[in-house]
């Protein structure tokens, strides 16, 4: 998919994980990181229904891109609405469980989201919704969503 060499990618995305693990450890989330496939994954409890939620993300292209953010069933990559928090509307794309926001490459219609008005190459430029330029401010994001949500989409 990316133009970018794996080895880029790797190199910038390890940059940011030693801040993303910071955050983690002070926000009760884990964080695994994938090298090999340049996939980092996330959990945490769901503050107010005490499930756990996993958010994968596909680094791949990352930089250039932004990465792929995914609600997934807990211990694997199964995706379903039912693993998809309640969130504030700004952060769910048109009612469907994706996470809409420019830092997600899900959320842009080159692939397969609503919004033919933002373009994945430039999404550092994109303010229109949240703004999170590295992957420690997206997991922030998420988290403080996360804060507020009533319970589980299904």
């Known amino acids: 998919m990316s133009a970018l060499p794996p080895d880029a990618v790797r190199a910038v995305v390890e940059k940011e994980l030693d801040a993303a693990w910071g955050w983690a450890a002070r926000h009760d989330w884990t964080l695994q990181w994938d090298s090999e496939h340049l996939m980092l994954r996330g959990a ?12 994968t993300a596909d680094a791949d ?53 609503p919004h033919e008005n933002w373009s994945g190459g430039s999404w550092l430029q994109v303010t229109e919704g949240t703004v999170a330029h590295t992957i420690p401010d997206m997991l922030g994001l998420i988290d403080a969503h996360l804060q507020s949500s009533g319970g589980m989409v299904v």
């Not at 945490?44 to 958010?55: F, M």
Request: with cysteine.
């Open 44 to 55: 945490t409890y769901h503050p107010r229904v005490k499930q756990l939620i996993e958010v």
């Open 61 to 113: 292209g990352y930089r250039a891109v932004p990465p792929a953010w995914r609600f997934v069933r807990p211990g694997s990559d199964d995706l379903g609405p039912e693993w998809f928090p309640q969130l504030t509307l700004n952060v769910m794309c048109d009612g469907s469980p994706v996470l809409c926001a420019p830092w997600n490459r899900l959320a842009y219609r080159e692939n397969g989201g």
